[in-house]
């Protein structure tokens, strides 16, 4: 019996989390993003995938953004794209890869901290993210693609949010986004890519 009740409370558990999940995600009303948070939104990543996404549907939304990205030319097609779907949307790129070492980190970092100096940044979409080319053992995954994965998932990402999150509490407002993985997650353990699932955590 007290299998039986620790399984149903599991059971139960999985199941509130899922629909709590269901109504954030489809049922709840939208808000107005730009009131609440600010009128500007910080997008890594933002040329391709979920990044793309989140630019499109935030510029619907009404915010302007700062868009952040490594190829300068997907840079300007997304900028396009937003504008399309967006005519009265604000739109800053900054060209910064993710994945540089210490002075490019801090060189790009410091472009971004100018791109929003005197925005209204409200919400910080933290996107880009690195992951293995192909499962491998841990002892087998090249040293620069480790590295790679945890300055891009964890170093850029903090540096990003340190450069960003001092305005929002000036103003006392903003949100923080960062984009994990199911790997870390919903997955007891990720087999072949454990720095990823880590940094992803």
Known sequence: MALIGIGLHGVAGSAAAFITWLYRAFLRPGKDLVRRYGAWAVVTGATDGIGRAMALELARQGLNLVLIGRNPAKLSRVREEVQKAA???KV?????????????????????????????????????????????????????????VVRV?????????????????????????????GSSAMLPAFPFYAVYAASKA
């Not at 293995?132 to 790679?148: I, K, N, S, W």
């Not at 509490?169 to 986004?177: K, N």
């Open 92 to 148: 800053t790129s900054v060209v910064f890869d993710l994945a540089g070492d210490t002075p490019d980190m801090c060189r790009g970092v410091a472009r971004v901290a100018a791109a929003v100096e005197g925005l209204d940044v409200g919400i910080l979409v933290n996107n880009a993210g690195a992951t293995y080319p192909g499962a491998a053992y841990f002892h087998e995954v090249d040293t620069q693609v480790l590295e790679t």
């Open 87 to 89: 005519p009265s949307c």
């Open 153 to 181: 998932n964890v170093e850029a990402t903090t540096r990003i949010t340190r450069a960003v999150v001092p305005a929002m509490m000036r103003r006392r407002r903003g949100a923080v986004i960062n984009v994990g993985s």
